[in-house]
């Protein structure tokens, strides 16, 4: 870490002293390092301005949510949800994240069934009676990242599904329950993996949550089949995503050859995922985006 004077500005960029902002949270950092610990970077911890500007676009991005939750039901296409995201984002002088990011070519992800996460929304797609399907909505807004997703069943759907979308919900929650100030991530996916495991499930391991804020993806990278006490400490001004992918069948996946975006179980088997932005506060825990 480098030396910073006790009334030099803090590097967070607040424009307060280092001795009145983040001298003693460095302290605590440093003791943590010398135990041998991965403690987070600077980078990633975010100031009072900036936590400001991204609950404001995670607030969006719940009501970008909250728009097609009031208007997804059987025999909408995917397309359709893909043009709801686009406008309610702009009406909300905002700009979906997913839109041209690393190419992908839709506003949102839209992931029914055996699709695990990043299905492309197409007018050849038609929701039907018995899916299950994840949206999965990211915002930008001036400059600050949202991101969030919800499971919808629609019609009548198997008790074996609806499960599935129950259990995967009940563990982002029991994970959040785990973040506060000095825990450590590897706390999350311990209590998400035993969860799905106790059920017969498996968590996917390639794809995983990630750091948010001021770039869509930032660190940590986020797994959900960690050990508790391991992975990066955490610490407040963090953000990221709590977002699991769990399986009725195996862990394993394979991503389409074709469009390079969608990602489905390797058996074929049902998967559910939901995603909630979450900010590590002094005592504990705010959700951003759910
Ligand atoms: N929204 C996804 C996430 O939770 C990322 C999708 S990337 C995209 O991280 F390009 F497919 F949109
Ligand atoms: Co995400």
Not at 84 to 93: P, Q
Not at 147 to 153: G, K, L, N, P
Not at 180 to 187: I, Q, V
Request: glycine share 8%.
């Amino acid at each position: 870490m480098e030396k910073i004077g006790r009334n030099d500005p803090c590097w967070c960029g607040s424009g307060k002293k280092y001795k009145k902002c983040h001298c003693e949270f460095d302290d605590i950092i440093r003791e943590h390092e010398l135990k041998g610990e991965i403690v987070p970077p600077r980078s990633i911890i975010k100031n009072k301005e900036q936590i400001a500007g991204i609950r404001e676009s995670a607030r969006i991005n719940s009501l970008v949510l909250d728009y097609v939750a009031e208007r997804i039901k059987e025999g909408v296409t995917t397309e359709d949800i893909d043009r709801w995201v686009y406008e309610r984002t702009k009406e909300l002088d905002s700009i979906p994240a997913p839109l041209n990011y690393e190419g992908y070519p839709k506003s949102v992800c839209t992931s029914i069934n055996e699709v695990v996460c990043h299905g492309i929304p197409s007018k050849d797609v038609v929701l039907k009676d018995g899916d299950i399907v994840n949206v999965d909505v990211s915002t930008i807004h001036n400059n600050y990242f949202g991101d969030a997703s919800r499971m919808f069943c629609i019609g009548n759907v198997s008790e074996e599904k609806k499960k599935l979308v129950d259990i995967t919900r009940q563990s982002v929650y029991l994970g959040l329950e785990q973040v506060k100030p000095w825990g450590h991530l590897g706390d999350i996916g311990q209590v998400i993996n035993d969860l799905a495991k106790a059920n017969g499930y498996s968590v996917v391991r390639e794809i995983g949550g990630h750091g948010i804020g001021l770039e869509f993806h930032e660190d940590p990278w986020v797994s959900y089949v960690t050990k508790k006490g391991t992975d990066m400490l955490l610490a407040p001004g963090m953000i990221f995503t709590i977002e699991p992918m769990i399986n009725m069948g195996t862990y394993k996946i394979k991503t389409d050859e074709e469009d390079g975006w969608t990602v489905r179980t390797a058996d074929g088997k049902p998967s559910a995922q939901w995603e909630i932005q979450v900010l590590v506060t002094e005592t504990g825990y705010e959700v951003l985006s759910k």
